[in-house]
C-alpha cells in the first residue's frame, strides 16, 4: 500500500518522470482534465518520451509518430492481450480469457473477427447493412413533403443503431400478433429495439467511470443496463433470430464449445454489441454534422452520390451500391476520415512483460520496468500544424489528392509519415471492424443525401459545436450536446 502512495525513483536510462505530488493519483487530475493539453505540455518539457504516474499505474508515454511502428510491432516485450481483456472482462462481465483453459478457445475466437469482418465476407456484411438501413429509414423517416425537425444526435443514433444491431446480431422473429395484425408485430419489434437501444446508452455512459477504475456494481444503472443486455443476448433468444451475421454465428457455435455457463456466453456478446456501436454511432454523427455544416462538402458529397447512384439502375427502387462503387466514393471517404481525425481521442496501450529497453526513431534509448504500460495518443498527430495546417478545421477535402483520389502522403520534418491516421489503432489492436465501419457511414451519408434534403436549423448551424472530453482514450468523442436538424424528402425531379 505504501508503494502505491510513495512515487517511485527515476533509475538510470529511464524516461523522465513525471509523478506529480498527490499521493497515489499522481498527475491522474491534470491528465484527466485535458489529456492532449497535458501530454502536449509533458513533452515540450520532457521531449518524446516520459513516464507519468497515473492513478497508482505507470504509462510510458511515446509522443514520436515515426516511433510508433516500434511499439506496434510489439516484439516479445509488448502485450496487447492482457490489458485488454482484463478490463474487458470487467465492464462486459465475461470470462478471464487469459487462463489456461480458455486461452487457446479464445485465440480461435479472436481469428473470427478477420475472417467475418474483413476481406470476402464483408462484401456480404455491407449488402446486408445496406438492406437494413434502407429498412430502417423506411420505417421511420417522414414520407411527406414537410420537413420534420429532430436532434441530429438522436437521429443518427436511431437509425445506426437499429441498422448496424440487425447486421451483427440478426431481426428477432416476433411471430404474428393474437389477432395477425402485421402492425401490432411492428410494433412490438420497435419497442423492443428501442429497449436495447436505451439500455445500450445506458452502459455505455457510464464507460469513462468505469475506465477510471469504479467498479460497475457501483455504477447502478449502468450494471442494471449492461444485465438486461445481456438478458436480450443470451443464446437462446439469439437462436431465434434470422438473418444473423456470420460473425455472431460462429462465435455462438465456438463459445458453445467452450466450458462457459450462458451468462458468460452472453457477456462476450455484449462487448460485440459495444465494440460494433460505441464508437460508429458519434463518427456517423460529426460525419452527417461536418458534411452538412459546410456547403461545399455538401455540394461535392451530393454530387458524387448523384453520380453514382443514378449508374446503379432504377433510382426509384431501393438502392443497390456495390463495394467498388463505396470505394470509388472518395469525397465521402474523405469527409469520414476529417471527421473521425477531429474527433478521435483514443489512447494505444500495451503492458511491458519484462525489463527492457525501448530504441525510438531517433536512436534514443529509454528503459521500461516489467508492468509498466507503454501508451500512444493520436490525437497528438491527429492536431499536429505541422502534419494538418489549421488541424481544427475542418476542411472536407483534406484527404483527397490533386486528382480527386484518396490522398496519404502526409509529411512531418520533412519525412512522410507511416501513421498519419490512426482513429483504429494499430498493430495488434487494430480495429477488425475498420472497414466495416467505413462502409456502415458512406452507406448512411449516401442514403440520406439521396432521400433526403437536410439542413442544421438555423441557430445551430452559426456555432460550433465542440467534443466532450469526459471520454478521451475511449475513441470517437461524442458532442456535448446535440443541434436539430430539419429533413424532408428529396423531391426527385430536383436531382436529375
Ligand atoms: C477495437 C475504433 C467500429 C469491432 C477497436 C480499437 C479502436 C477501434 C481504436 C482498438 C482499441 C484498443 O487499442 O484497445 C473503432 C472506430 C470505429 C469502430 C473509430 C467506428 C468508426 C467498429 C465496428 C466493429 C468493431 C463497426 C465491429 C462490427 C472492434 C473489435 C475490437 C475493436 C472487435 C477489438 C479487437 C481486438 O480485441 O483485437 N476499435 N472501431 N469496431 N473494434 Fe472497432
Given at each position: 500500500f505504501c508503494l502505491l502512495l510513495e512515487p517511485r525513483k527515476r533509475r538510470p536510462g529511464e524516461p523522465p518522470l513525471e509523478a506529480g505530488w498527490i499521493p497515489f493519483l499522481g498527475v491522474a487530475l491534470d491528465y484527466g482534465k485535458d489529456p492532449l493539453a497535458f501530454l502536449r505540455e509533458t513533452q515540450k518539457k520532457c521531449g518524446n518520451v516520459f513516464t507519468c504516474k497515473i492513478a497508482g499505474k505507470y504509462f510510458t508515454f511515446i509522443t514520436d509518430p515515426f516511433s510508433f511502428p516500434a511499439v506496434v510491432r510489439q516484439g516479445k516485450n509488448l502485450d496487447f492481450h492482457k490489458f485488454a481483456i482484463g478490463f474487458s472482462q470487467r465492464v462486459f462481465g465475461h470470462a478471464d480469457f487469459l487462463a489456461p483453459v480458455y486461452y487457446n478457445g479464445f485465440r480461435e475466437v479472436h481469428s473470427i473477427f478477420h475472417q467475418t469482418l474483413q476481406g470476402p465476407s464483408l462484401t456480404q456484411l455491407a449488402q446486408s447493412m445496406l438492406g437494413n438501413l434502407q429498412a430502417v429509414l423506411r420505417q421511420n423517416l417522414p414520407k411527406g413533403e414537410d420537413w420534420a425537425v429532430e436532434g441530429l444526435q438522436s437521429f443518427t443514433n436511431r437509425v445506426m443503431f437499429d441498422a448496424g444491431y440487425l447486421t451483427i446480431f440478426g431481426q428477432q422473429d416476433a411471430g404474428p400478433s393474437a389477432d395477425g395484425d402485421n402492425n401490432r408485430t411492428d410494433n412490438k419489434s420497435d419497442l423492443c429495439m428501442r429497449q436495447v437501444a436505451q439500455h445500450f446508452l445506458v452502459f455505455d455512459r457510464a464507460f469513462p467511470e468505469m475506465a477510471a477504475g469504479l467498479p460497475i456494481h457501483l455504477c447502478v444503472r449502468a450494471w442494471l443496463a449492461r444485465e438486461a443486455l445481456a438478458e436480450k443476448l443470451n443464446h437462446s433468444r439469439l437462436q431465434r433470430n434470422h438473418s444473423m451475421s456470420a460473425l455472431i454465428r460462429r462465435r455462438m457455435d465456438a463459445f458453445d464449445s467452450m466450458p462457459l455457463d450462458e451468462r458468460g456466453k452472453a457477456g462476450t456478446h455484449v462487448s460485440m454489441l459495444w465494440a460494433s456501436q460505441a464508437n460508429t454511432l458519434p463518427a456517423a454523427f460529426w460525419s452527417l454534422y461536418h458534411m452538412l455544416s459546410s456547403p461545399q462538402a455538401l455540394s461535392a458529397a451530393r454530387a458524387e452520390v448523384d453520380r453514382v447512384v443514378e449508374q446503379s439502375g432504377d433510382p426509384d427502387q431501393p438502392i443497390s451500391i456495390s463495394r467498388e462503387q463505396l470505394d470509388s466514393m472518395f469525397v465521402l471517404g474523405s469527409i469520414i476520415e476529417e471527421a473521425l481525425r477531429l474527433s478521435s481521442a483514443s489512447i494505444m496501450i500495451r503492458v511491458a512483460s519484462d525489463d527492457f529497453t525501448f530504441t525510438l526513431d531517433s536512436g534514443q534509448t529509454a528503459a521500461i520496468r516489467k508492468g509498466d504500460y507503454i501508451a500512444m495518443y493520436p490525437q497528438l498527430i491527429h492536431m499536429d500544424p505541422e502534419i494538418y495546417p489549421s488541424p481544427t478545421e475542418f476542411q472536407?477535402?483534406?484527404?483527397?489528392d490533386e486528382a480527386g483520389q484518396r490522398k496519404s502522403e502526409f509529411y512531418k520534418n520533412g519525412r512522410r509519415l507511416k501513421h498519419y491516421l490512426v482513429p483504429f489503432g494499430s498493430g495488434a489492436s487494430e480495429c477488425p471492424g475498420r472497414f466495416f465501419a467505413m462502409c456502415e457511414i458512406k452507406m448512411f451519408l449516401v442514403l440520406l443525401l439521396w432521400h433526403y434534403d437536410m439542413e442544421l436549423a438555423q441557430s445551430d448551424a452559426q456555432h460550433r459545436l465542440s467534443t466532450d472530453c469526459t471520454r478521451a482514450g475511449l475513441g470517437i468523442l461524442p458532442p456535448t450536446q446535440d443541434v436539430l436538424v430539419r429533413y424532408k424528402v428529396r423531391p426527385r425531379s430536383s436531382s436529375s
Open positions: 472536407f477535402d483534406r484527404f483527397l
